[in-house]
């Protein structure tokens, strides 16, 4: 693995200097040359502390990180050979577009010819050809993290850090910059840590998805493993959006769970780990398996709550004394139900994922 964590802790002397708080509690995690990860999770749960442990700007109380085979527990940020892209973007005001990009070209007193071809490759790459003379007030939000990031990757580093950089941006405008990172990435196939809050973004860029939760690792896995597959209750509740449903195994067949849950009878996947008759088991019900007014439908309910978002209808309808989200994503559906309307409801229970212990 080119980029490893070994057992990464980080403690802070709490305020006032009384006792002490773990930002980051044991964390191991290994990288590959190339690979995009995205560290996800909510606010305090360490993600940006390992960033910067990773950067340099914060140094491990214990265990170790491993740069493609070096440990730089001890090196500071600037021979890390990384760059970091910042949430602020903290593009220098009094500097034009070429001169924000080449600033650490220069601080390293390389020869000018060399400075501007560097400078001109990567304006391409992030296509601000043209823009070069352009003051940052000059810019709009998006071409500004453009100039952030193209500042980075001029430096050629080993590894790109990336702290929350469309967070400032309008929905419309991250959504371009995550395609446009995405792509950036993969072309020059150069190793990426990302840090975010946001679900969608951890989704559509990852090669894999760490998920903090507390300091420690919850999950790490592929995006589709992540939604999928949740470890534990805070994963399937943090990524995308889950009903839990508690329901009694009756009986295991062919790799499959009979089950009684919400007064009905459901054939499921069976889990990785071993269950008993009579055991009691928590199932995650994504909002999309579930099918409103369908054939075989298993379960009838009353409409508590209709919101209609043009490309989507959300729905939450009473079952058996709890309240499921439900969503349509069919267009072609004209009719829409309203508030305190009967129901009957499909899960798709090959859909249906058993929660581990």
């Known amino acids: 693995m080119y980029l490893v964590l070994d057992n990464v802790t980080k403690v802070f002397t709490g ?43 914060e140094f491990p109380t214990s265990g170790q990180i491993v740069l493609d085979g070096k440990p730089i527990n001890d090196l500071p940020p600037h021979k890390r050979e990384m760059s970091m892209v910042f949430q602020s973007y903290a593009i220098f005001p009094h500097l034009n577009v070429f001169e924000n990009i080449a600033y650490g070209l220069n601080v390293q007193r390389r020869p000018q010819d060399e400075i501007r ?9 992030v296509e601000l050809t043209g823009l070069e003379n352009r003051a940052p ?7 500004q993290q453009r100039v952030a990031l193209a500042r980075a990757l001029v430096m050629e580093p080993k590894v790109l850090l990336l702290d929350e950089p469309l967070s400032n941006l309008d929905a419309k405008l991250r959504e371009q910059m995550r395609t446009e990172i995405r792509r950036i990435q993969r072309q020059l196939g150069i190793t ?10 951890a989704m559509t860029l990852s090669d894999r998805i760490v998920i903090m939760n507390q300091g420690r690792i919850d999950q790490v896995g592929s995006p589709a493993e992540i ?3 949740p470890r534990t209750r805070f ?20 790799g499959t769970l009979i089950v009684s849950a919400l007064g009905a009878v459901l054939t499921v996947p069976a889990p990785d780990t071993a269950v008993q008759p009579d055991e009691p088991i928590t199932l995650v019900v994504r909002p999309e398996m579930v099918e409103l007014n369908a054939p075989q439908a298993q379960l009838a309910g009353k409409i508590r709550r209709t919101s209609y978002l043009g490309s ?27 508030e305190g309307q009967a129901v009957t409801l499909r899960l798709l229970e090959d859909c249906l994922y058993v929660l581990p212990k």
């Open 15 to 57: 305020r006032g200097a009384t006792g002490e708080v773990t930002a980051v509690n044991r964390v191991t995690l290994s990288i590959a040359r190339g690979e995009l990860v995205t560290l996800l999770g909510p606010s305090g749960c360490g993600k940006t502390t390992t960033l910067r442990l990773i950067a340099g700007f």
């Open 192 to 201: 990426s840590v990302y840090v975010t809050h946001d679900q969608v973004e």
């Open 137 to 143: 007030n000059q810019l709009s939000g998006g071409q």
């Open 312 to 338: 989507i209808v959300e729905y939450d309808i009473e079952v058996g004394g709890q309240l499921l989200s439900l969503v349509e994503h069919d267009p072609r559906h004209t009719e829409i139900y309203g």
């Open 235 to 254: 994963v399937a509740d943090f990524i995308g959006r889950a009903n839990f449903v508690e329901g009694i195994v009756r009986e295991q067949r062919n």
């Open 227 to 229: 939604y999928r597959r």
């Open 117 to 125: 071809r560097r400078v001109a490759k990567v304006l391409d790459l």
